[in-house]
């Protein structure tokens, strides 16, 4: 047809559900090799396949990665766990690639540079993220490079990198690598090596059911006896994405009662954002009600297995609600004792079941790489459960990453240990610590404010309302009683509602997360944030 570029051709790919029109991308993707800005992420490198993530850049941005491990600088080599190049050589580097178009081809590009410089790969195939960070720890690996872009849209790719702990990389080792790669871009980026030696096969579903059982958070032996014998459904919806295959191994069980969706090939995920969203669940919730089984369980999974959404014949159960859940479960039934952490946009819903069992509560910033001072072993302050409001869970002694595989068992523990479907162990937990409404929201502001300027002018809603300062929602005067920085501005109010502003650093937005005590008043809290915001924009700085 002529494109000019991969983006005018993923253009039309996308408005029409273009298939057949791939390969025209995949052209651009061997082809150009125009320099791109590299930016990590809360959780990785992403690009437009074709645009800027291309076959030129996966190599300038792993020769990257291959130069970072190759760094002398001893804090960098305490980050990645590793004593020197040599150590990465013998340990070698876990490669994977989730069921996007082109990912086994980029995955392959990867570990032709890692064999070219001598580096023992080992080859996950079409894999999941929490999969992979359980074998770098089961198999002593260095690190991780996974292609994918988690739930980004079908024209999109990525590569997320983990060091030897499994966990997400922090700023501390992905600065570096950003920093390596862009200097690679400047200089006129790399040329295709011209073989890269072999790699060992693994199998990450093996691996991960050997580091579940070892770690012995969940009773994989108790879920199976559930799902074997008793009157359960599970419904999983997989959107077209590479945790297909994972339930019926996980569960030794592949009966009628483990109900699996959209598992084919779909490069354009059926023209749908593959994303776990209260949108994308309706198959699961047709599943769930047209079961006639005592307790139905429903969830659906991003491509990459890192980000989960949950249901059952009643209700859809959001993250803000079944993190809070878990620590209930995992504290109250399973005894275990730690900090409960989540991101500070999260419900305050955790807080109040925290509370009544003397629970401390850590908030940090957006992005699951922050729950990693709790999360490791030696932590002084473990966390009994790690979660954030973007469909994202882990618990105590597990992966470092973000696991939609645990949020599934322990779901499914949850129901077989309390003898209740979800929406009433939910339903009986708010019963007895409150009720709290969630919701998020955002505005554009000027581009011109992109970044600092923005970061800038926001933070005077901080200094205009301190502790003990009055806001107006709803009609009511109500009385700040704690303000928390951690990542933006979150003001919570004296009946416990809350908002907090937040600026988009790489784009003209502010962004709103909120939480009121009755569902009516949600849209007061909205028009308050954007008023504040209006104010603090306005107000130059």
Known sequence: MGFGSAEECWRVILKEVRADLLRETEVFARENTEPARVVFGTSGWR???GTDFTFHNIRVVTQAIIDTLKERDPGVREALGIRD???VRARGVIVGHDNRFLGPEFAGEVMAMLGASGIRVFYAGETTTPEISASIEMLGAACSINVTPSHNPANYSGLKFNPSDGGPAGPEITDVIQRKANMLMEEGGMQKPTSGGGYERIDTTELYIRYVTERGTLDLGRIREFVKNGDALVVVDHVHGATRGRPGRLL???????VLLRTEDDFLFGGVAPEPSAENMAGVEQALRAGRERFRIGVIMDPDGDRIRFA???????????GAMALHFLH???GIKGVAVKSVGTSNFVNAIAERHGIPVRETKVGFK???????????ERAIV????????SGYNHTLEKDALFGLLLAIEMVATTGKNLGDYLRELMESYGRYYPDRSGLEVDRSLVGEPLKRRLSVIRERYPVGSTIEVNDRSLKVVDVITVDGTKLVLEDGSWLMIRPS???PKVRFYIEARTPEEKEGIFRTAERLTAEAVRGGG
Do not use: C
């Open 47 to 49: 690009g437009e396949i």
């Open 85 to 87: 190049f040599d150590d």
């Open 505 to 507: 650093g790489t784009e």
């Open 312 to 322: 059952d014949h009643t209700m859809q159960i959001p993250m803000n609600y079944f």
């Open 370 to 380: 922050n729950f990693r001072p709790y999360m490791l072993p030696g932590a002084p």
């Open 332 to 334: 109250v039934h399973k």
């Open 252 to 258: 030794d069980f592949t009966g009628e009662r483990l």
């Open 386 to 393: 790690a979660f954030e409001e973007s469909d994202g869970i």
